[in-house]
């Protein structure tokens, strides 16, 4: 036998052994994404289905697996990508799956291989990233699963899993494109509330509980595409509930009649356990709550979303807690829970200010060497509406972000620095007193293993006396929750306030109306990388800003199809 086959057998070799010992596996998903004839609300309505399923499959695997995703887009008309939401991509940042930042959108007819690995425990998400297609449905869930021969920090006995999102009638272009028209028209508020893809607009799981008499009660086979997925459990057991979060707008509130929840887990980190009856949760986050069965097992209870943050226009979604063997049709003797106010800000951050990380969370930096201010306004140019950083409103190039700063290719997107503060004297109570905006692409540079400070402001909107909820996302990162505040960020005051013992990390954190959220992250992913709100007609209209992390030496392999398009298109087949 040669020396050439003898190497190669060790390595293979040595390859199995990595595997057995560290239990890490190579998932293989071959996907195809088209529109698709549904019915998630009990009317019919086109969406963005995977192998023709809608929301699309569960990806499961457990820490340190890698992640293969062969997408193919039959959507026809118009490009695609997906976005492994939570997911860090170290060493992949290609893989993140953002139209004109990591990549080229997936051109119809084409197909495209994401290859990542999941490297932390936790539930995720994935979902769309080119223009509004995740308000069509382009969304799905990851859970990942402790690696073999760990164990979690908590214990249960089962473990169900809601996916939450809202529905609307209007198609997703006609939402586009009056976003972006003169006059504006607003996407308005959503007609459903879905749980796991389901809900209910013409009728009611409780209707028998409805201060409308017109309220019809919902009768269902259980093979509509609209019934509720009934969450069976076992009475006197503990239940692992994996939230996530996948709304286009709505901020919402859980609940399950007669029942606690106990908090265990945010955005793919343990938090330190606390007990509420209730719980917000934002575009972009996930929890884990325990739910304990302690309740009379020949009843059925309701478990019901709520919006919040916005006058609720959108029903309740709901779905039926069934403790076994109790027959799933008996109903609820019990109204569904109350859905808080909806601009009771003053309990949402008395639950956002409970979440505090776990014992053994790594704790941050006690000083950062760059700190971004970033005053998140509502302005116009030329007319339109827009969403504005620094008075900065987000214009993606057609050159991916990504290829350019690996290739160096200058002209790829604006050299222009954006700005890292605003004017002291900006009054945020107020509407802007110039309401004139600019489109911009600059971006943030970072220096590699710096740590990056970031104090997001809200204000006041166009409109008199309305500030909104946003919720922000990070790519590429974790980020430590320093503080939250209301009014005007005072640099000399509120830093000495951050919370540097037990702030809680995520990858989604929201800034109130009228207040600011400070975050710090250390600058330790090599890519480009987007922090934009959640929202997603928000970032439709501008939301977002971009991190340059690293330079191109230490940014990897681009697969060439991530790159074939736009300024880098002339390098693919000859770049590595």
């Known amino acids: 036998?040669?020396?050439?086959?003898?190497?190669?057998?060790?390595?293979?070799?040595?390859?199995?052994?990595?595997?057995?010992?560290?239990?890490?596996?190579?998932?293989?998903?071959?996907?195809?994404?088209?529109?698709?004839?549904?019915?998630?609300?009990?009317?019919?309505?086109?969406?963005?289905?995977?192998?023709?399923?809608?929301?699309?499959?569960?990806?499961?695997?457990?820490?340190?697996?890698?992640?293969?995703?062969?997408?193919?887009?039959?959507?026809?008309?118009?490009?695609?990508?997906?976005?492994?939401?939570?997911?860090?991509?170290?060493?992949?940042?290609?893989?993140?799956?953002?139209?004109?930042?990591?990549?080229?959108?997936?051109?119809?007819?084409?197909?495209?291989?994401?290859?990542?690995?999941?490297?932390?425990?936790?539930?995720?998400m994935y979902h769309g990233h080119y223009g509004m297609q995740?308000?069509?449905?382009?969304?799905?869930?990851?859970?990942?699963?402790?690696?073999?021969?760990?164990?979690?920090?908590?214990?249960?006995d089962g473990e169900l899993s809601l996916l939450l999102s809202d529905w609307w009638h209007t198609n997703v272009q006609d939402q586009e494109i009056g976003l972006l028209s003169k006059p504006f028209r607003w996407v308005g508020e959503p007609q459903s509330l879905l749980i796991n893809g389901r809900g209910q607009y013409n009728c009611s799981l409780a209707a028998q509980f409805s201060s409308n008499s017109s309220t019809t009660q919902c009768t269902f086979r259980g093979d509509e595409q609209c019934a509720p997925q009934i969450l069976g459990v076992l009475p006197n057991k503990t239940y692992r509930l994996r939230i996530a979060s996948i709304t286009a707008l709505a901020s919402l509130n859980l609940a399950i009649g007669s029942h606690k929840l106990v908090v265990v887990e945010a955005d793919g980190n343990y938090v330190t356990p606390f007990e509420v009856d209730?719980?917000?949760?934002?575009?972009?986050?996930?929890?884990s709550v325990l739910l304990s069965t302690n309740q009379n097992p020949t009843n059925n209870y309701y478990l019901s979303i709520g919006v919040r943050g916005r006058d609720p226009k959108t029903p309740q979604g709901l779905t039926i807690l069934n403790y076994k063997p109790t027959s799933a049709s008996k109903l609820p003797l019990t109204p569904p829970p109350t859905t808080p106010q909806w601009n009771d800000f003053a309990r949402s951050k008395s639950f956002t200010n409970k979440i505090k990380s776990f014992s053994t969370s790594p704790r941050p930096p006690t000083n950062s060497n760059h700190r971004i201010m970033l005053l998140n306004t509502?302005?116009?140019?030329?007319?339109?509406?827009?969403?504005?950083?620094?008075?900065?409103?987000?214009?993606?190039?057609?050159?991916?972000?990504?290829?350019?700063?690996?290739?160096?290719?200058?002209?790829?997107f604006s050299q222009s620095k954006p700005p890292e503060s605003f004017p002291n004297d900006y009054d945020v109570m107020i509407p802007p007193i110039n309401v004139n905006s600019t489109y911009g692409n600059g971006v943030y540079t970072l220096t590699y293993k710096s740590t990056v400070d970031i104090v997001l402001q809200n204000a006041n909107a166009l409109a008199?006396?309305?500030?909104?909820?946003?919720?922000?996302h990070l790519h590429g990162h974790d980020f430590w929750v320093l503080g939250y505040g209301d009014g005007k960020f005072n640099e000399a005051t509120d830093v000495g306030k951050f919370n540097l013992r037990d702030p809680p990390l995520r990858?989604?954190?929201?800034?109130?109306?009228?207040?600011?959220?400070?975050?710090?992250?250390?600058?330790?992913?090599?890519?480009?990388?987007?922090?934009?709100?959640?929202?997603?007609?928000h970032l439709h209209m501008g939301m977002g800003v971009i991190f340059v992390e690293g330079n191109a030496r230490r940014i990897g392999e681009i697969p060439n199809e991530a790159l074939a398009c736009g300024l880098t298109a002339k390098y693919t087949g000859r770049h590595r």
């Open 134 to 156: 995740r308000s069509a449905g382009l969304y799905g869930s990851i859970i990942v699963d402790v690696a073999e021969g760990e164990k979690e920090p908590f214990h249960y």
């Open 378 to 412: 509502q302005n116009k140019i030329d007319g339109y509406i827009r969403w504005s950083l620094n008075n900065v409103s987000l214009m993606l190039p057609s050159t991916p972000y990504l290829g350019s700063v690996k290739l160096g290719l200058k002209k790829g």
């Open 278 to 287: 209730d719980m917000d949760i934002y575009s972009g986050e996930s929890y």
């Open 464 to 472: 008199v006396n309305v500030s909104e909820i946003h919720p922000w």
């Open 1 to 124: 036998m040669g020396m050439k086959m003898t190497t190669l057998i060790i390595i293979y070799s040595l390859g199995i052994l990595l595997n057995i010992v560290y239990g890490a596996k190579t998932r293989h998903l071959k996907w195809e994404l088209g529109y698709i004839f549904w019915s998630p609300d009990c009317v019919e309505n086109s969406g963005i289905g995977i192998n023709g399923q809608f929301p699309g499959p569960t990806i499961r695997a457990k820490a340190g697996d890698t992640i293969v995703v062969e997408v193919t887009n039959k959507l026809v008309t118009e490009g695609t990508v997906i976005h492994w939401h939570g997911i860090r991509q170290f060493g992949t940042p290609w893989a993140d799956g953002t139209a004109s930042i990591s990549q080229c959108p997936i051109n119809p007819g084409d197909t495209f291989v994401y290859s990542f690995k999941v490297d932390k425990a936790g539930t995720y």
């Open 507 to 537: 990858n989604t954190a929201v800034i109130f109306p009228y207040g600011w959220t400070a975050l710090r992250f250390v600058a330790d992913n090599p890519g480009v990388w987007a922090f934009h709100c959640h929202i997603e007609p």
